[in-house]
Nanobody, 117 residues
Framework: QVQLVESGGGLVQAGGSLRLSCTAS????????MGWYRQAPGKQRELVAD???????NYADSVKGRFTISRDNAKNTLYLQMNYLKPEDTAVYYC???????????WGQGTQVTVSS
């Protein structure tokens, strides 16, 4: 069983920065692709960024150049550095970890990010 715990959310003004963290339980962390998703009120959950076990990254077009995903396998921690935040970034942000075979996606409980204009 994998447990994911997010932290680092909060209220920030437009143009500001936040860093989200996600701590994973278990020694399997380094083998799992991981990601950040978000869900704004009234909208579907969407991928923000993901990272493979080898460190390759992928970003949604809306956050490219502003957000950076990274992982520290020694600390079992996933990060999302968010810069130049916009009001449209307001959402609950979720950390995920993917067991590849058989496929199963683990989710954290979510952390609220609110960006004021």
């Amino acid at each position: 069983q994998v447990q994911l715990v997010e932290s680092g959310g909060g209220l920030v003004q437009a143009g500001g920065s936040l860093r989200l963290s996600c701590t994973a339980s278990g020694s399997i962390f380094r083998r799992y692709p991981m990601g950040w998703y978000r869900q704004a009120p009234g909208k579907q959950r969407e991928l923000v960024a993901d990272i493979t076990s080898g460190g390759s990254t992928n970003y949604a077009d809306s956050v490219k150049g502003r957000f950076t995903i990274s992982r520290d396998n020694a600390k079992n921690t996933l990060y999302l550095q968010m810069n130049y935040l916009k009001p449209e970034d307001t959402a609950v942000y979720y950390c995920t970890a993917d067991r590849v075979v058989p496929f199963y996606r683990y989710w954290g409980q979510g952390t609220q990010v609110t960006v004021s204009s």
